[in-house]
């Protein structure tokens, strides 16, 4: 039986855990995200994606960011809460961690946190460091971006007066 962590590696010589608070419905939020093939429609550091799903644990995926070739596994899925991948890649075993909290209606609250170990790693950690928070701060930044339009577009839909 393969197990699956569902924690990042606390261990791990970076760990990096950002968050952001994005005004849009969590079924919006939520989707967009674990939408893994669509990454490259909204997340520009998201070059290629290929995926084929279920969102399930065990099911792999490729996708190449920041000249990076990475195949991840997932590891846990809780619908609308919690989604945890990783994987090996250039030397590099990573662990990523998404939460999902509504925090009042149509506010949610995404956290995230990435562990990498390995031997590029233990070389150059403070650089390794920035290198992922910039990387995780891009990635919430372009989520929320995307997810508040997509919110503010549903809304005017259904607030526009019929035209006759």
Excluded: C
Excluded at 48 to 60: I, Q, S
Excluded at 110 to 121: F, H
């Amino acid at each position: 039986m393969t197990t699956h962590p569902t924690a990042v590696d606390s261990e791990a010589p970076v760990v990096v855990r950002v968050e952001t608070t994005v005004h849009a419905p969590l079924p919006t939020v939520w989707s967009l995200h674990t939408d893994i093939a669509a990454w490259p429609d909204w997340n520009t550091d998201v070059d290629r994606v290929e995926y084929a799903g279920p969102l399930t644990p065990g099911t792999a995926f490729r996708w190449l960011t920041h000249g990076l070739d990475i195949t991840s596994t997932v590891h846990q899925v809780v619908p609308g809460e919690r989604i945890v991948w990783g994987g090996p890649a250039h030397g590099i075993d990573g662990i990523h961690v998404w939460t999902f909290q509504e925090t009042a209606p149509g506010t949610v609250t995404v956290r995230t946190e990435e562990s990498w170990s390995g031997a590029p790693v233990e070389a150059r950690p403070t650089e390794m460091e920035q290198v992922l928070r910039q990387s995780l701060d891009a990635w919430l930044a372009a989520l929320k971006v995307r997810a508040e339009a997509e919110a503010a577009a549903a809304a005017t839909a259904t607030t526009a007066p019929e035209r006759d």
